[in-house]
Structures are given as C-alpha cells and as structure tokens.
C-alpha cells in the first residue's frame, strides 16, 4: 500500500531561523512528488512537483529536493506570512488518472516574529 | 491563465436536507476533476474523480453522489445530509497523469 508521513507534525520557527521539513513514501513507483502550502480555511496552493531523485526545484525561500525515499523542503530565513501547513503528495504508476494522489498528513509551520 | 471556483464557501444545513456544491474550471479544457473532503487535523481523503463527460468514478462508499454535466462543471450532491458529512470539501482539477491537481478554496459544511 502506497504511504506518505511527513515530519515533523508541527515546526515552531524565528524569523530567520532556516530548517527543513520532511516527507518520506513508500509506493511501488513514483510518478511524481508535488507539495503544496495551505493557509486556514483554504484550498492547497501548489508549490513545486519533482520526478526524479536528485531533482531540486526553488521558489524564493522555498527548495524541494527528492530521493528515492523522501523529499525535503528546506525553508531558508522565513518570515511570519510563511506560515502555514505544508503538504506533500504522491502518483504512483498505478494510477491512471490522478485517482490516487496520496496526501500525507501535512506539517503545520509557524514562525515567529 | 486556469482558475478554479467554489460556492458556496460556507454552508450550514440542518440534518436530512438535500446539498448541491458546485465547481468550475476556467482556462482549459478536459480536465480531471475531484472532490475532496477534509477533517479538522487528518489529511485530504479523496471521495470522487471524473475524467470526461458524465464519467464518475466513487472511492469511497457514502451518503453523497457527483456528476459531471459540462466538461468543466463538477457537482457534490446529497439527497440527505448525516451529520457525519460535515466537513471542509474541496474540489480540484488537473491537466493529466504526471500533473500536479490545483484546488479551490473550499466549502465549510456545517450539519446541524
């Protein structure tokens, strides 16, 4: 069965305070690892996908990097409106269709001003 | 640019009344279509997909249905709301396998 956990459940950071936020899966053959943001009361806001392992992608204080078992999300210097639950997700080969996106349960990040 | 609507964003309805949740996609054409529901602190649990036209598929077995009468129009139906519906519902699309699914913002759905 295909699983995603992410860790730590929760992150209480300084501004400015740099770490890393972890998603680890187990599924019988990556299509593709996305994560996403999301604020209270809103839907996910997607962030970046990555294919293979030693792929990075960058959005301003945000970098996702893969292995063939989990994938980080390092956050460099944040600032308080980078707070919110971050979520990862996976599509194994067996799905056709997007049916099977698994979510893992998400990190809920605050960081302090 | 592809948007994503939801409505309504808040709904209280009383126990035993019927629901009608409605999304729309903007900026494409064909897409993968779901909804999702969200308990408070649990992950996303995926409740129905469509891919084409009138075509559902249900994961999970429960008290609501879903159809698809346009191509970018996905709806959340129930004939009887349990108390147990009540949840954040979230309706998604994406542009094929290997791509990521964009959401909208959700309905809060009270059931009281």
């Known amino acids: 069965e295909d699983q995603v956990t992410q860790s730590p459940e929760a992150l209480r950071l300084q501004e400015g305070e740099s770490s890393s936020l972890n998603c680890s899966y187990t599924?019988?053959?990556?299509?593709?690892l996305f994560w996403y943001r999301q604020d209270p009361g809103k839907g996910p806001e997607f962030l970046f996908t990555?294919?293979?392992a030693g792929e990075e992608k960058e959005k301003e204080r945000l970098k996702a990097t893969l292995t063939k078992k989990e994938s980080f999300l390092h956050i460099t210097a944040p600032k308080p409106e980078d707070s919110a639950t971050y979520l990862c997700?996976?599509?194994?080969?067996?799905?056709?269709?997007?049916?099977?996106?698994?979510f893992g349960p998400g990190t809920r990040l605050s960081v302090l001003p | 640019s592809q948007t994503i609507h939801q409505w309504p964003a808040t709904l209280v309805q009383p126990v035993g009344s019927p629901l009608s949740l409605e999304c729309t996609v903007e900026?494409?054409?064909?897409?993968?279509l779901y909804w999702y529901r969200q308990a408070a602190g649990r992950g996303l649990q995926l409740l129905f997909y469509?891919?084409?036209?009138?075509?559902i598929s249900s994961e999970v077995p429960q008290n609501l249905s879903a159809s698809r009468p346009q191509d970018r129009q996905f709806i959340l139906s129930s004939k009887k709301l349990l108390l147990s519906d009540s949840g954040f519902y979230l309706c998604?699309?994406?542009?094929?396998?290997?791509?990521?699914?964009?959401f909208g913002d959700g309905t809060r759905l009270s059931i009281l």
């Open positions: 469509s891919v084409g036209i009138g075509q």
């Open positions: 599924v019988s053959g990556l299509r593709g």
């Open positions: 998604a699309w994406s542009g094929g396998v290997g791509q990521p699914q964009h």
């Open positions: 900026g494409t054409s064909n897409p993968n």
């Open positions: 990555l294919y293979s």
């Open positions: 997700a996976v599509q194994t080969y067996r799905d056709n269709y997007g049916q099977n996106f698994v």
